[in-house]
């Protein structure tokens, strides 16, 4: 026959491309793509010059198409790259395609007809075979194909040809697939040419790829998608390695390669071609002169070189920018095109570097190694030089431990290892095999090994080696172990094995890292028991034999579920008498925080625990693992093994740089490299590694390999069966047999065909003989069964087992099998795992199982074929157990190296290395690529590339002179870390190194999502996605990406698609429309038959909760209010398995089926159910005895209340008040311990998130009172102008579908606030000569303090010194505003006419009033003859006495109101001739109503007495400055408020924001940005850390030591020596300070010892210590300054109200302002670290004033009017209208009205809020029985009244005293009336307190009824009765009980006056009381304790000696006194002090 002329030139797409495309511009000669010559185009000499032993791929296949190949070839082409394609990452959605390469295939469908009728062929055939792979099913239909056209076959014999292959057909299904085969009509067409089925379609179309085949050149094909990093590549190692290896090349050598094709040849031609251009040819302006040379217009030759640039650099191919050019150039000049074309980077690269500067060229050059044109770089500079070779004998380079130049410690600096040299292609290093990757190339059996080939398969035998028995017994006994621990072993148990006998002396002695490699049943667990032993008796106290178990975590990590859940009920078992919790953490089977902290031994999987330590949020418990037992280490070989690296290397590295030991026990099967894995763990070979070979097995293991021979995919199968068949058959009647197989249905129709064939061939019979009483048992228990095909198969001594049967079915199975009845039990691997039933012999038949991940089947893990193989041999009756596998001849070398302990153990990290390094950077471990390169050291893919280089495609060029591969590394993360970039992961400078994680990137780490989802994500996320597009998103996943849509799928997934209820855009072809269909069958619960579908549908279920949550946060982080909120909904959907429309009664457990369905088809709306009765629900749903378990649901469904009260703040910030009540009620089955919702604020139009924030409910604050349930949570929103009608404020639940409360908050009367003045400019005036103050004794004062005044003080001076107005400054913290207090001082000192000028100083707290008093001494106390500095002390009599003596008065309002209130009666308080008002800004503050009543009573009292009070306040800068000065009486000129940044000193402010809601952890987090920025910016100069509590003060300190230690220099803040400093220590008396300050860094908090205090202060003055760290409570107290302060958090525990309150914004303020040292420093610096949420609003704050309001009315107005109305300073009520008008809050009133409820600004509205809130303060008043009021407008006080003024006691404290006190109330009564003061309010209660108080509780004699530990009250009822009973208390309470102490006299002095005033004689029991406080002790205590130093064991002796009172020591004679007491001279003095003291009234 005549070959066939090829026509494909004439095919209408080679012709098409050339008239359609008119746009291309025409060529001279158009070529058509018919061949052409090439004489004259290329010399012959040159022919092979450019042979090299391989092209990528699609450059040859480019080349291919542009030259017209025949089109058989293309058709080969494009099923290889389908392949290529499927590969690469996405899955065959054609079956067709996916099996063209099969052998033995002889039929392949030619036309789009016959292939759609052979696709229904291949579908019925897969359903009809079950399970099976797609090669199986492609090789059967092809036989029954064959079958069926066969001529001259009847139909029956037809059928019975076809039954061989699919078992038993009906005549039905028979006659389809036989009238299917009639329509194949291009059968046996071998000879025609293939038609391409799609070519119809294509032929209509342009042919993108080629176009139109422009031929210029030879190598222009070359360059195209030069730098194009494939996706996956798949391709075999052998493929990849030199391709790799030339990928790798070091830039420096003499050749390098380049990615893509072009580079390498381009350079090997360059000599030859006259048209290359040389690098060093081209400058900044080579272009442009080309260009000028055509152009003779300069402008237009420089704008086509700036278009001529862009084109070249841009990323289009090399047609496209041919073509672009050519149009550029008008379609001339082609030699110009070609020869830039031709020169393409290295015209773009060198312009580039021309024109860069030295800053630029650094990313340029980066960019060029990136892009793989560094040879242009290395042209330019010629060759440099290599680095030197590692010194001989520089060590072994397998010595993990040393890493090279690469430091170990825990924090590296940008730059210390080398710069990358390349990107390399981390997908092609990656083993495409995954764990099924084998490295060894040969494999050595054991002798007696046999070979035997038969018919279609060849078998392998290995023979068992016996166990040997050691000749002495040397295991050790159990009660050799110490007698505690005996417990942990069953009493059966008399000796542990020689395995664990072994490793006993390490395992329960030592801590060393133990890694044990040992056979299957070997007895590991044991080995983890004596280990978690040793962790316990570490904890054990010898004397008790408790366990502190708090003191530790175990973590133990297996790796399957089943297996999790058989070590939890094992070690529960086990070690529950030692009172250890085991908790099984797992993705099916979470626990809260509150039980991992309670829990000691932790089991998990690896994911999880990868989950939970690559979060901060778990780090408080993390941190307190001291033990990690990893099960099956050698899972590191296998797809999962990325995890177990990450866990290792992780905890190794944090281990190694915290110094905080973490003992690693790892337990595998044997493995041949074991040293490495040793070597990786850190593990000691001689010490820790155990290594035990299969004659350790309990029961050896006699094995057979068989691999099926057949070419035929269907015939192997058939083979296979045979075989099963047969060596099931070799077992019958002497052992049982397990034969595992890969599917449910498998189990079955195996099981079927070994009973056929058994009963076909007569040998049934051995199986089960027919009389005996076996077959009777099976019989009698058939009835028992549901299952029908184990019904079926009972009978026949046949069974199956897998997770699809019932669990009855399934027990009952397990039961014959242990007792023998069954001898043949067919099973998935469910029963490998989970249920330990172990058989002689075992098979494994077939080793191919579905995985979803991949789409396709792929081998077993070396893992479940162990397990499987595991279970051969049974312990008691055997003497050796066998196993068969039976595989595919391929495969036979695998499966023998893995049973052989041969398969040496690869690292898998490549594959996941970006993802890993993402959460190490997320983590904050990993902070820049040097960092990186350090982590990737501690990686077992580094102990693997040091061992075998070739392998990890680590070329000789990189081990030539890098022994450590630090190179190789450093390349390596780069990649990784370009990648992440790539997608948005992380911010990536290339130049230093840096890594700044995004908030993908932590969303992609928290939530386990790859790069390229979040990618995907990040790309196709929009802000108005509905829930349909959410559902197309998240089927775009990566993690989807390799399933495809099958062809016998399509049928079910069509019928699905109309089934669900989110339409599908997609066609049933596309992938993602599957992945949509599938979650959504989910959710509706809708069952599913294929089985390659249902798996496929769990991994996607299993996949959808991480990844929806991921897509809620990237969606709630952006702002984006409808896809948050829909995809929140989706989130809630797939974990309840529902969808929103549906009823919420689905999400209870348990709800009767037809209640559920009655209450859905009622169409009732959901919130009305909450207000329908019992009954009335009964009757709704149509079912009147279900209305009572519907009413009890309704109410336990998760319902908030919400109310908000806004407060305009400025004009753009509002503040809301949220108050949110529980009204559900609390079932701890239902809702466990906690609640999580959503706090979401929403714009008018629902569209942008204005705030987000989480909100957890505890179930302790959810019953009770009201007032106790109620939760108030302050948040600030941004407020736009014009204003918006409304916002919305949602609470939305997160696990709860449909429960959510929607609250909008309208805007209609919103006023907002009047705009605040502009800040006083900072004039930049020259500071004055000390002389202008004219007063040589004042100049002395400063000349020998300070250089110069600073620029405030100049501009404030002439104000203050030259005048007498009232002044106003306003600056910023740390501006010596103190120095203009003095000014005013002096002032008021330099005038002549005065005799006694009196100031007063108000400072806010009582620690500053003492700073300042010493301050003030020190300065004044010598000026004019020596002023008098005193301070008041709250006691009236002292304070007159100082008041008359003292010529400045220091003191806080609160003591400063106590005395001026009765300024009528005191001359002293109306002669005031200056009060100073020091930070004023509090009065916007917790003490700003004191504060604003005693500057409004200055201002009043003088207005009053006409003398003249100057008041001169000084403040930070405000917003509302001018309000604030008018109010106090400065002039306008007299307002000085600068702005915020007005500093003396810049002020560097750097905001770190955190988003970990868990507090502890949170503080851990930021301890280490903490110590990096300390290092960073202040490395030598003092740093203040403040931070929340005196506890966290401890724990920061401790936190930056550790930090220290990881770096290797714990004393790097210490700059004193050590054995001065220990002088100054020994006066320590807090053990932890001492420790802390031997290093360099102090704790200071208000709980300090006084000493420690100073000592503490004068270290760091000095220097000594470099690091203080401070609590929040001493911002105002610490004397110290720094050149940083960080603030680590800006929250604090708020007790009463059980929530993390913010701090004041001027506590942060004052805290800023202690990073000022004017004298010292040229700037300072402060690092601001806060949660997300509060990032804005901080930001906001400091640099803009502070704007301050008044709270009066709501705090303070009561006891101010009683303070007045005692005073008769009001009368009647228009004098409290007149006083209220000389407060603040009536000068803000008019500016800011919302703020306080007045909505009208009019004259009328004013008067109308003053007089309601005036007739409301005193309607109070009156009914608290304070104050009477007479002819409705005159008002009188009463006694009480009086009183509760006298001693400032709140109005409420004196009601509650009066109403609560009888003449009957005893000593009881009055300490719980006294503590429920309202002054008790204000003490703190801490986190986790209520353990100490109960203590406490216990300890004291009176009791309560109401003991509510989160109340003030009680708290300060349990502190008095501590007092008095002397306990030692922790120094937070100590602190609380002083403050407690310091009000309870007052208190005690009213309460004796109510009740003496109701004449009760019990009143003495008040002032017994009052003793009490006074004197430490109980009333019914020996009145010796009242003495100094009178210790109990001393009261006692003195009891002996009958010596009973004060009075009895006194009459002692003196030497017997002396004897007695045995007291030091001093404290006999303090003896004799106070008994002389002692009142002795006659």
């Given at each position: ?5 090829d026509?494909s ?12 495309n008119p746009?291309?511009?025409r060529?001279?000669k158009?070529p058509?793509?018919?061949p ?25 296949e ?15 082409r494009?099923?290889?790259a389908?392949a ?9 959605s ?12 002889r ?25 099976q792979?797609?090669d199986?099913?492609?090789?059967a239909a ?10 001259g ?23 389809q697939l036989?009238?299917?085969?009639k329509?194949i ?21 342009i ?14 094909e ?9 996706d996956?590549?798949d ?15 070091d ?14 040849k ?5 000599k030859s ?15 442009q ?5 055509v152009?003779?217009?300069?402008a237009?030759?420089t704008?086509k070189?700036?278009e001529?640039?862009s084109?070249l ?10 073509n672009?050019?050519?149009e550029l ?33 650094v ?20 060759d440099?030089?290599?680095?030197p070779?590692a010194a001989?004998?520089a060590?072994d380079?397998?010595?993990?431990d040393t890493?090279g130049?690469?430091?170990k410690?825990?924090t ?13 292609d981390l997908?092609?290093?990656?083993f495409?095999?995954?764990?099924h ?6 494999t050595t ?10 018919k279609?398969?060849?078998?392998i ?19 050799s172990l ?8 069953p009493?059966?148990?008399t000796?542990l094995?020689r ?15 133990i890694l044990?490699?040992?056979p ?19 904890v054990r ?6 366990f502190?178990l ?10 399957m ?5 058989e070590?939890?009920n094992?070690?529960?078992?086990r ?10 953490l797992?993705g ?9 902290v309670d ?8 994911e ?9 949020t ?21 797809d ?7 866990i ?11 110094k905080e ?8 099967a ?9 070597k ?16 350790y ?9 068989v691999?099926i ?8 199968y ?10 099931v058959?070799?077992?019958?009647g002497s ?9 449910r249905?498998e ?16 040998t049934i019979e051995?199986?089960v ?9 099976l ?6 069964i ?14 199956i087992?897998h ?8 027990e ?5 099998f242990?007792?023998?009845?069954l ?7 469910t029963?490998?795992?989970g249920?330990?039933?172990?058989a002689?012999?075992v ?6 199982i ?28 055997d ?14 070398q ?20 970006a993802?890993?390094l993402?959460a190490?950077i ?5 902070r820049?690529r040097d ?6 050291g ?10 075998d280089?070739v392998?990890?495609?680590?070329n000789?060029?990189?081990l ?5 591969l630090?190179?190789?590394r ?6 990784a870390a ?5 997608c ?10 840096r890594?700044?994680s ?18 995907t994500?990040?790309?196709h996320?929009k ?13 775009l996943s ?5 399933i ?8 079910e997934?069509?019928?699905l698609?109309?089934k ?7 066609s ?13 069958a ?9 089985f390659?579908l ?7 279920q ?15 982080k952006?702002?984006w209010?409808?896809?948050?909120r ?17 009823t ?6 348990g709800v009767?089926?037809?209640?559920i ?15 329908l009765t ?7 749903i149509?079912?009147?005895?279900a209305?009572r378990l519907v009413?009890?649901?309704?109410h336990?469904?998760?319902?908030l209340?919400l109310?908000?009260h ?5 004009r ?11 009204d559900?009620?609390w079932?701890?089955?239902?809702h466990?311990?906690?609640?999580a ?7 008018v139009?629902g569209?942008?998130?204005l ?13 009770g009172k009201s007032e106790?349930s109620?939760?108030?949570i302050t ?13 919305y404020?949602s ?16 805007f ?8 605040f ?11 004055p000569?000390?002389?202008?103050l ?5 100049e002395r ?10 620029k ?18 306003g600056?910023p ?7 203009c207090?003095e000014f005013?001082l ?7 006419d ?6 007063v100083?108000?400072?806010?707290y ?10 003030w001494?020190a300065?004044?106390g ?7 500095i005193v301070?008041l ?11 008359q ?5 220091v ?7 106590m ?17 100073i ?9 917790e003490?700003g ?21 100057r008041i ?6 405000l ?11 400065a ?7 600068f ?8 002020l ?10 868990h507090?502890?952890s949170?503080m851990?987090a ?15 100069k ?12 401890k724990?920061t300190?401790n936190?930056?030591l550790?930090?220290?230690l990881?770096d290797d220099?714990?004393?790097?803040f ?22 802390s ?7 200071y ?12 202060e004068?270290?760091?003055?000095a220097g ?6 401070a ?22 525990f708020?007790?009463?109200e ?13 805290m800023?302002?202690?990073a000022?040292?004017p004298?010292?420093?040229e ?13 804005d ?11 301050i309001?008044?709270h009066?009315?709501t ?11 005692a ?8 004098d ?5 008008t000389?407060t603040?809050?009536?000068?803000r009133?008019?500016q ?12 009328q ?16 008043l009156?009914t ?11 008002v ?5 009244g009086w ?6 006691i ?7 005293f009066?109403?609560?006190i ?13 503590s ?5 309010e ?5 986190k986790?307190?209520d353990?100490?108080l109960?203590?406490i509780?216990?300890?004291v ?17 349990l ?6 009973s ?8 100590v602190?609380?009980?002083?403050l ?15 009740m003496?005033s ?7 029991g008040?002032?017994d ?40 020591l006194m ?21 004799a002090?106070?008994v ?7």
């Open positions: 026959m005549p070959p066939k002329q026509l030139q004439y095919a209408y797409s080679a012709i098409s491309s050339l008239v359609l746009n291309r511009g060529r001279e158009e058509d793509g018919a052409e010559t090439l004489s004259g185009r290329i010399d012959p000499r040159e022919m092979g010059s450019r042979v090299r032993r391989e092209v990528p791929k699609e450059l040859l480019k080349k291919k198409k542009a030259t017209g190949e025949e089109k058989a070839t293309t058709k080969k494009a099923t290889a389908a290529a394609a499927v590969n690469a990452g996405f899955g065959f054609d079956i067709i395609e996916a099996t063209q390469d099969v052998e033995g295939i039929y392949q469908p030619r036309t789009a007809e016959t292939r759609t009728v052979y696709e229904l062929i291949l579908g019925s055939v897969h359903r009809l075979l079950g399970d792979a797609q199986v099913v492609r090789s092809d036989t029954i194909l064959e079958t069926l056209k066969t001529e076959l009847k139909d029956f014999d037809k059928k019975k040809e076809i039954e061989e292959v699919l078992g038993s057909l009906s005549n039905e299904e028979f006659t036989l009238n299917l085969s329509k009509t291009d059968y046996a067409a071998e000879d025609e040419e293939m038609r391409d089925p799609d070519e119809e379609k294509n032929e209509g179309m042919d993108d790829t080629a176009g139109v085949a422009v031929v210029w050149d030879e190598e222009e070359e360059e195209d998608d030069e730098f194009e990093l494939r996956d590549s391709a075999s190692e052998e493929e990849a390695e030199p391709a790799e290896e030339n990928a790798d090349a830039a420096a050598g003499e050749e390098s390669l380049v990615f893509g094709g072009g580079g390498e381009r350079r090997g031609n360059e071609d006259s048209e290359r251009i040389s690098p060093h040819d081209i400058d900044g302006f080579w272009l002169r080309l260009l000028a040379s152009y003779s217009d300069p237009t030759a704008e070189t700036t001529a640039l084109i650099s841009s990323e289009s191919s090399v047609r496209d920018a041919e672009a050019l050519m150039l008008d379609f001339g000049h082609h030699e110009i095109v070609r020869l830039l074309i031709k020169n393409r980077d290295v015209v773009v690269w060198c312009t580039k570097l021309a024109r860069s500067d030295d800053q630029e060229r990313n340029v050059e980066v960019a060029m190694r990136e892009r793989n044109v560094g040879w242009i770089l290395k042209e330019l500079r010629g440099r030089t290599k680095r070779a001989p004998g060590g380079s397998m010595d993990v890493q130049g690469v430091p410690t825990g590296i600096a940008s730059g210390s290892t080398l710069p990358p040299k390349q990107i390399v997908d092609s290093m990656a495409s095999q995954g764990g990757l084998m490295s060894n190339k040969k059996l054991p002798p007696g090994t046999v070979k035997r080939t038969k279609g398969y060849e078998e035998y290995v023979p068992h080696k016996p166990i040997t028995v050691p000749k002495v017994d040397d295991r050790v006994p159990i009660p110490p007698q505690w621990a005996q417990v942990a072993f009493k059966e148990v000796h094995n395995v664990q006998s072994k490793l006993y002396p390490v395992a329960l002695g030592t801590d060393e890292p044990l490699c040992a299957t049943g070997a007895g590991k667990t044991n080995v983890a028991i004596l280990t978690i032993l040793n962790e316990l008796s570490k106290d010898e004397e008790t034999g408790k502190d708090d003191a530790f975590k175990i973590v133990y990590i297996a790796p579920k089943a297996l999790v859940q070590m939890v094992d070690f529960t078992k070690l529950g008498s030692f009172g250890v919790l085991v908790g099984e797992t099916d089977s979470q626990m809260t925080k509150q039980q991992i829990t000691q031994i932790i089991v998990t999987t690896p999880k625990w990868d989950v939970i330590t690559r979060k901060s778990d780090t408080s418990y993390t941190n307190l693992v001291r033990l990690i037992i990893i099960d099956e280490i050698h899972l590191l070989h296998d999962r093994g990325p995890v177990l690296e990450a290792v290397a992780r905890t190794i590295r944090k281990m190694e740089q915290t030991y973490v003992r690693l026990v790892a337990l595998s044997t493995l041949p490299n074991y040293q490495d894995v040793a990786f763990l850190r593990v000691d070979i001689s010490k820790g590694l155990f290594y035990f070979d299969v004659t097995r309990s029961r050896p293991l006699k094995q057979q390999f691999g021979t057949e070419k035929k995919a269907i015939k192997r058939q083979v296979m069966n045979e075989v099963c068949y047969e060596k058959l070799d077992q019958a052992n049982q047999s397990l034969v595992f197989v890969h599917s249905k189990t079955a129709k195996t099981a079927k065909f070994i009973r056929d064939m058994a009963v076909e061939k007569d051995r199986f003989k027919p009389d005996s009483g076996t077959r009777e048992i019989l009698s228990e058939i009835s028992n549901t299952d029908p095909q184990l019904k079926d198969l009972l009978p026949f001594g046949f069974a087992h997770a699809g049967l019932n669990s009855k079915d399934r009952l199975v397990e039961e014959l242990k007792d023998g009845h001898q043949v039990l067919v099973s998935t691997a029963l490998a795992w249920v330990n039933l172990p002689h012999c098979i494994i038949k077939g080793t191919q579905y995985n979803p991940e991949k789409g396709r089947w792929v081998e077993l893990s070396s893992q479940d074929v162990l397990q499987m193989l595991g279970r051969a041999g049974r312990p008691q009756y003497e050796f157990g066998e196993g068969i596998i039976i595989t595919n001849h391929s495969e036979l695998y499966y023998l190296s893995l049973m052989n302990q041969q398969l040496p153990i690869e690292s898998q990290l490549v594959a996941k290395l993802d890993n993402n190490e997320v983590l904050g471990t990993i820049n960092e990186a390169v350090q982590w990737l501690y990686t077992y893919l580094y102990v693997r590339m040091l061992r280089p392998l990890y495609s680590v000789a060029d990189y030539d002179d890098d022994p450590h630090e190179q190789k450093a390349d390596i993360a780069h990649s370009v990648l992440l970039e790539k948005n992961l992380i911010k990536y400078d290339r130049v230093s190194g890594f700044q995004t908030e993908l990137g932590r969303i992609a780490s928290h939530y386990y999502v790859t790069h390229r989802s979040m990618a994500y990040n790309q996320l802000p108005t996605m509905s829930t349909i597009e959410l559902f197309r998103v998240f089927a990566n993690e989807f990406r390799l495809p849509v099958r062809q016998d799928e399509k049928l997934l069509s019928k698609l109309e669900v209820p989110i339409p599908v855009k997609e049933v072809d596309e992938p993602a429309a599957k992945i949509n269909v599938l979650l959504q989910y959710i509706s619960g809708l069952s599913l038959e294929g390659a249902v798996a496929d549908m769990v991994y996607v299993q996949s959808a909760g991480r990844i929806l949550r991921a897509m809620f946060e990237i969606c709630l952006r702002g209010a409808i896809p948050a829909a995809a929140l909904d989706m989130c809630k959907m797939a974990e309840r398995k529902m969808w929103n429309s549906m919420p009664l689905r999400q209870f457990r009767p089926g037809d209640v369905r009655k209450a859905e088809a009622k169409q009732f709306p959901w919130y009305r159910y909450f207000d019992p009954p009335e629900l009964g009757e709704l149509g079912i009147q005895n209305g009413h009890r649901l309704v336990q469904f998760p319902r209340d109310q908000a806004v407060q305009p703040i400025t753009s910030l509002l503040r809301i008040d949220l108050t949110i009540t529980p559900f009620t079932d701890d089955r239902v466990g311990t906690t609640q919702f959503w706090i979401v604020v929403e714009d139009d569209e942008i998130i705030f987000h924030d989480t909100f957890l409910l505890r179930k302790q604050y959810t019953t106790e109620e939760h108030n948040l600030t929103v941004p407020m736009f102008e014009p204003v918006p009608p409304n916002y404020i609470l939305i639940s997160d696990r709860w579908l449909q429960s959510e409360t929607r609250l909008p908050v309208s209609k009367n919103l006023i907002l606030p009047e705009k003045p502009q800040p006083t400019a900072l004039l930049d005036l020259q500071p000569p000390f002389s202008v004219r007063n040589p004794e004042f004062i400063y000349s020998s303090s300070i250089p110069a005044f600073n405030i003080q100049t501009q404030v001076l002439e104000a203050l010194y030259g005048s007498d107005e009232n002044v106003f400054v600056a913290t740390g501006s010596g505003k103190t120095i207090a005013a002096l002032r008021l000192w330099s005038k002549k005065q005799k006694h000028p009196r100031a100083c108000i400072l806010p009582q620690e500053m009033v003492d700073q300042r008093v010493k301050e001494t300065k004044f010598k000026l004019q003859g020596g002023k008098e301070s002390t709250g006691d009236s009599s002292t304070d007159l006495r100082q008041l003596i003292g010529h400045v008065i003191c806080t309002p609160t003591q400063w109101d005395i001026s209130r009765r300024w009528k009666k005191r001359k002293h308080v109306q002669n005031l001739g200056l009060l008002c020091d930070e004023a800004h509090l009065v916007g503050g003490i109503p004191t504060y604003e009543v005693v500057i409004s009573r200055t201002r009043y009292v003088s207005k009053q007495t006409d003398i003249e009070t001169v306040a000084l403040s930070v800068s917003a509302n400055a001018r309000d604030f000065g008018e109010w106090m009486g002039p306008a000129r007299a307002i000085y408020n702005p915020p940044s007005a500093r003396p000193l810049d560097d402010i750097h905001l770190q924001s955190f988003s970990i809601p507090f502890p949170l851990i930021m301890s280490k940005p903490a110590y990096i920025a300390i290092k960073e910016y202040s490395s030598t003092p740093v203040i850390v403040f931070t929340p509590s005196r506890k966290q003060s724990l300190a936190d930056i550790s930090h220290c990881a220099d714990q004393d790097q210490l700059n004193y020596d050590p054995e001065k400093l220990k002088e100054h220590l020994d006066h320590v008396s807090d053990q932890d300070l001492v420790e300050l031997s290093h360099g860094v102090g704790f908090h208000e709980a300090l010892d006084k000493q420690d205090k100073k000592i503490v004068r270290l760091f003055e000594a210590i470099q690091v203080l760290v609590s929040r409570e001493t911002t105002w107290s610490l004397p110290a300054s720094s050149y940083m302060v960080i603030i680590m958090g800006v929250q604090y708020e007790g009463r059980h929530r993390y309150a913010d701090y004041p914004v001027a506590d942060v303020l004052q800023m302002g202690h000022s040292r004298t010292i420093d700037r300072s610096r402060c690092v601001l670290m806060c949660q997300q949420t509060r990032k609003f901080y930001r906001k704050f400091l640099n803009e004033g502070l704007p309001e008044s009066l009315p705090h303070f107005l009561h006891d101010f009017f009683l303070a007045e109305i005073e008769e300073t009001i009368e009647n009520k228009q409290a209208i007149d006083i209220l000389w603040f809050f009536y000068r009133l008019t800011n009205p919302n703020y306080y409820n007045l909505n009208n600004i009019s004259h509205h004013l008067s109308d809020h003053l007089s309601e809130l005036v007739e409301t303060t005193l309607a109070d009156v608290a029985h304070c104050i009477s009021i007479e002819d409705e407008v005159n009188g006080k009463l006694n009480l009183i509760a003024a006298y001693y400032n709140s109005y409420i404290t004196i009601d509650v009066s109403m609560s009888t003449e009957k109330t005893k000593l009881k009564g009055l300490l719980e009336i006294i429920s003061s309202t002054e008790f204000s003490i703190p209660i801490r986790h307190e353990v100490v109960r203590r509780y216990d300890r004699p009176v009791k309560t009824e109401n003991s509510r530990y989160e109340s003030p009250a009680f708290k300060s009822f502190l008095l009765q501590a007092h008095f002397r306990l030692h208390l922790p120094p937070d309470l602190t609380d009980q002083a407690v102490l310091s009000k309870v006299v007052n208190l005690l002095h009213a309460c004796v006056d109510v003496a109701n004449a009760y004689l019990n009143a003495m008040a002032m009381l009052a003793q009490m406080c006074v004197q430490a002790a109980w009333e019914s205590d020996s009145p010796l304790k009242q003495i100094p130093h009178f210790e109990p064991d001393l009261v006692k002796r003195c009891k002996s000696k009958s010596i009973e009172s004060v009075y009895d009459e002692m004679e003196d030497d017997d006194r002396a004897a007695l007491l045995n007291m030091t001279p001093g404290q006999l003095r303090d003896v002090a106070f002389n003291a002692y009142p002795s009234l006659e």
